[in-house]
């Protein structure tokens, strides 16, 4: 049965109408209850991506801060005495740069071990000679070392007080250290 061309255009134009889709007020609801389930995922999310940079940044200030005093250490023991040392500040808290005795280990070359704070990069470093030229130590801000009996010319041991920090997190370590070479004179 054949229509009259008129008739099929608007049975077509009707059907067109009739079919049902999603209103702006429902697709608006859609939207404000999935806001509402993903809301909790992204705070959890983010909770513990905060967590886990505050655990790296604590990581990484106690692996330098076990190196630092390790080297330190490893270097020391076998010091004979402090022979000069520089601070930053007035109070002669800060050190800045010590050099150590290191003669009685027989090498001409490293007669003087070199400690260097270098305060504006966080780090520590060593050399023997006059320079520090090796750094062993990453994210360090405060560098004390205070004698052992006497001063820091005739002292025969030292205590090392180490501040390292990465974002909010800060850490203290402290050791004590005996020159195995001390001579009294």
């Avoid at 500040?89 to 490293?110: E, L, P, W, Y």
Wanted: one cysteine or more; proline letters at 2%; a neutral charge.
């Amino acid at each position: 049965m054949c229509l009259p061309v008129g008739e099929c255009y608007s049975k077509m134009k009707f059907s067109v109408l009739n079919e049902k889709g999603y209103s702006a007020l429902e697709l608006l609801i859609t939207l404000v209850l999935a806001c509402f389930l993903l809301l909790p995922l992204c705070t959890y999310f983010i909770y513990h991506y905060q967590c886990f940079i505050k655990a790296e940044d604590q990581l990484e200030v106690q692996y330098h801060m076990q190196i630092a005093m390790e080297t330190l250490v490893d270097k020391l023991v076998f010091a004979k005495g402090i022979q000069s040392v520089q601070f930053y500040d007035a109070s002669r808290t800060h050190v800045r740069k010590i050099v150590f005795d290191n003669s009685a280990q027989g090498d001409h070359v490293k007669k003087k071990l070199v400690i260097e704070h270098r305060q504006a990069v966080k780090s520590l470093w060593y050399g023997y000679g006059n320079d520090a030229n090796v750094i062993f130590a990453n994210d360090i801000t405060y560098f004390f070392v205070e004698p052992i009996e006497g001063t820091y010319q005739n002292c025969r041991g030292i205590k090392i007080i180490l501040r390292g920090s990465r974002g909010s997190e800060v850490f203290e370590g402290e050791n004590v250290v005996f020159f195995r070479n001390y001579d009294r004179e």
